[in-house]
């Protein structure tokens, strides 16, 4: 789609994303900077985080490859930056400066790594990221935030590791701030409540205001705010006003910038690269994976050169800008040139934000990406791709984010293979495991009522479906034409299914039947048919009577359904 082929809903879906952003930016930007023990750190963490959000915001989408996202800083870069600013505050003994210079650099490598990432193609290899390991991941930042959100909530501040914060949280609680604890409820209540009435206005921003007025007229006594930040166009950090170049040691900032930028242009490229998945669901078209790495590696080399949160494809953005009617990179670059807008005339209204306002907000994003679901079906899942799961979650929380990812990967490698390995044994063959796609029609398929005349559409799978393939399985689904009234999945040659699988099986049954149209399943092997039943796709999705134990009896039904004679 062209860049002005659809302005109307662009500017749209650009200024309500612009909204949304607004208070996301401002809270991510003070929780990056929550371990810094200065007076100034919330104004300065509100000043990068809108920072980041324009300028990341900008460039993703006009050189990304993804044509309605938008860009700006997440909950997991949020959480990596934090313990990067966080630790420059410890080592450098309290120097803002140098605070600032190791943020920008390592932005600017995450750019830099992302956009290597473009070049040599790295982006098609996210998509084997088994479900478990995401799951696991997501789970575990969300779970972060939200404890690292309990200090500002009670009026109090927390910083080192995880461990450090969880055992401080008792004597945080003891000296509760009710205003403020007060606030940051009602903010979360609002965000909660509001879109019952309407979903028209976002939530976020009404809380946001709402919360702030109700602030100015009570006794605001123990409750911290955002504090004026600067104004006016950003500048490069090398000409901050809170940055001095002399003394620092170039080369040993330079090297303890490298892996916090290799860790964020990892992470990011991951949190990208799955709201561009998202995006695609929603507007039917398909990204360019590689291209959107170059374009978020532009933008957020960019932001670190002035100072800016680094970020990702924020994937409640994206949703809002679409369902606003964004389409085209315009609606990104009208995002980001609303929150210039908001620093060049808004800043000194910001400063009145509470503290705990944020926190209440951050609180709802950190809850809104635990995956609920995944803890769920533990129970229901196969006992390796649990083990996965918590394993990650677990070393997310109390380690690091790209620690996890790497053991979640390993583990989930082995425990294939080793599956791969006992269905090799059991009697299939190697082609089944790894031949997997649509094939001409096979040899039981005679006596099918007209196929044509009934709209019915045969939908052949081979060979397992899991994270590995799952990629693959969903480009085979899509070619369901959209005029097919009846589709019969063959689960013959599928012998094994993960959770991955399972998850983007139910998925795709869920689209066609969206869409109208009966799904029926044939010969499912006993591992899938186990998986399927436990995790109750059948019945609860796909009716008992709509699976088959052969094609004959599949055949059988649609004749007595579609009333045709043999």
């Given amino acids: 789609m062209k860049l002005f082929s659809n302005i109307k809903g662009d500017l749209f879906g650009g200024v309500t994303a612009g909204i949304v952003a607004l208070p996301l930016a401002l809270a991510f930007g003070i929780q990056a900077f929550s371990g810094v023990a200065s007076p100034d750190a919330a104004s300065m963490g509100a000043y990068v985080g809108l920072t980041g959000a324009m300028l990341l915001g900008f460039f993703a989408a006009l050189f990304g490859g993804t044509h309605s996202q938008i860009s700006g800083p997440t909950g997991p ?4 930056t934090a313990t990067l600013v966080s630790g420059a505050w410890a080592s450098s003994g309290g120097c803002i400066s140098e605070v600032l210079i190791s943020m920008a650099l390592a932005a600017i490598f995450c750019g830099l790594f992302q956009i290597l990432f473009g070049i040599i193609k790295i982006g098609k290899y996210v998509r084997y990221i088994p479900y478990p390991v995401l799951s696991g991941f997501m789970s575990g930042i969300g779970v972060i935030i939200i404890l690292q959100q309990l200090y500002p909530l009670v009026g109090q501040s927390g910083s080192g590791s995880m461990i450090d914060q969880l055992a401080g949280l008792p004597a945080a609680f003891s000296h509760t701030s009710l205003t403020a604890l007060l606030l940051g409820i009602g903010t979360v209540a609002i965000i909660y409540l509001f879109p019952l009435l309407t979903k028209k206005v976002p939530s976020t921003l009404v809380a946001l205001i709402v919360m702030t007025v109700v602030s100015l007229f009570i006794n605001m006594d123990g409750v911290a705010t955002i ?8 500048k490069p950090f090398f000409l901050h006003d809170q940055v001095s170049l002399s003394g620092i040691n170039w080369g040993t900032v330079l090297v303890a910038a490298v892996i916090p930028g290799l860790t964020l242009a990892g992470l990011g490229s991951i949190d990208t690269l799955l709201t561009s998945v998202v ?14 790495l170059i374009g978020q590696g532009i933008g957020n080399a960019v932001a670190g050169l002035f100072c800016g949160l680094p970020g990702a494809g924020a994937t409640m953005r994206t949703v809002v800008n679409v369902k606003s009617g964004g389409r085209t990179q315009l609606s990104g670059m009208v995002h980001a040139l609303l929150l210039l807008a908001i620093m060049l005339g808004l800043g000194s209204v910001v400063q009145y934000v ?8 951050l609180i709802t994003v950190g809850w809104g990406i635990i995956d609920f679901k995944g803890f769920k079906d533990l129970p229901k899942i196969p006992r390796a791709d649990a083990v996965v799961l918590i394993v990650v979650f677990l070393v997310t929380v109390f380690v690091d984010l790209l620690t996890a990812v790497g053991i979640g990967m390993v583990i989930a490698c082995v425990l294939f293979m080793k599956r791969a390995s ?7 063959s190697s082609q089944e495991l790894t031949n997997f796609d649509k094939e001409s029609p096979w040899d039981d398929e005679h006596g099918m009522p007209d196929t044509v005349a009934h709209k019915i559409y045969v939908q052949r799978l081979n060979g397992p479906i899991f994270f590995g393939t799952i990629n693959k399985f969903k480009d085979v689904m899509q070619t369901v034409p959209e005029s097919a009234k009846i589709v019969i999945i063959r689960m013959r040659l599928v012998s094994f299914m993960d959770q991955s699988g399972l998850y983007a099986m139910e998925e795709a049954i869920k689209d066609l039947q969206a869409r109208g149209t009966m799904v029926l399943m044939t010969i499912i092997q006993p591992q899938p048919m186990y998986m399927l039943t436990k995790m109750n796709l059948i019945p609860d999705i796909v009716p008992e009577e709509h699976t088959f134990p052969t094609f004959e009896a599949c055949t059988d039904f649609l004749r007595k359904e579609l009333n045709v004679k043999q």
């Fill in 77 to 80: 870069m949020t959480v990596i």
């Fill in 422 to 428: 006992d269905l090799v044994e059991g009697g299939y």
């Fill in 279 to 292: 995006a695609d669901n929603i507007t039917k078209t398909k990204h360019n994976s590689n291209r959107e």
């Fill in 354 to 361: 509470p503290l705990s306002v944020l926190a209440g907000i």
């Fill in 227 to 234: 504090g004026a930040i600067p104004s006016g166009l950003p």
